[in-house]
């Protein structure tokens, strides 16, 4: 861009040079960040004794699908900053549909006194990996019953007891709605009332829009203006008046 001498003032100039070293500040923390967040995910892995950490595409498992996602870890600590340990009864019981490689499972299995964790994973690998994970883990597990299943979620029967349900955008489309109102119809059936915990909540409008959910929290990855990848939502669902 061209820019005219004489138009250019003192401020002008000391703003140029604030705006350049403000560039080159944030393009020097860009690798500090990545660093700082690549040191973070390893010392987790360390700490839990566990591998999670990886990227899956559905193609590489022979499941690829339009309203099905890859498979991508939710952040550690995910239900540490969304889930308060006091709203957590010993008879909840936690689901994760999508549970891929065990990371939110063994969050929940470690730090809250569930009575029954459950994660449901599509694929056979990631399901046997997430085994691998909870038979080598380091943390000492609050819940005693830990169930890793193998089933499509449009198969599995969502029992009637579960009360927390955690989904890291795993599918949309019909199969987001399929899946959606299946919870609604056990909620129906034995009245309760179940929060959902949405990491990436992609499909947020297709869920207000049953009308039976309802926005009760907000945690964003960091300030300013949430944005819907790497923000977590959480949201009620209560049986009809």
Known sequence: MTVLLEAVTVVDIASECAGAESVGLLAARRPLTWLRQTAAKLLFEWR?????????????????????AYYSPANWMTLRRTLPRREVAPDDVFLDLGSGMGRMVL??????RFRTVIGV???RHL???????????????????VRLVTSDALD??????????????P??????????????ESVDRRPRRVRLIYFNPVEEARLLATGRFRLVRTVARGRGKPEVFGSTRVYLLEPRA
Do not use: W
């Open 48 to 68: 839990y004794g566990v591998h999670t950490s990886e990227f899956v595409h559905l193609e590489e498992l022979g499941l690829a699908h339009q309203d099905r």
């Open 107 to 112: 969050e929940a299995a470690a730090g809250y």
């Open 121 to 123: 994973e599509l694929s």
């Open 127 to 145: 399901n046997e990996i997430a085994r691998a994970n909870l038979k080598s883990t380091r943390v000492r597990l609050r819940c005693g019953d």
């Open 156 to 169: 599995y029967a969502i029992p009637d007891e579960v009360n927390t349900v955690f989904m890291n955008n």
């Open 171 to 184: 599918f949309g489309g019909e199969v987001f709605s399929r899946v959606i109102d299946n919870l609604i």
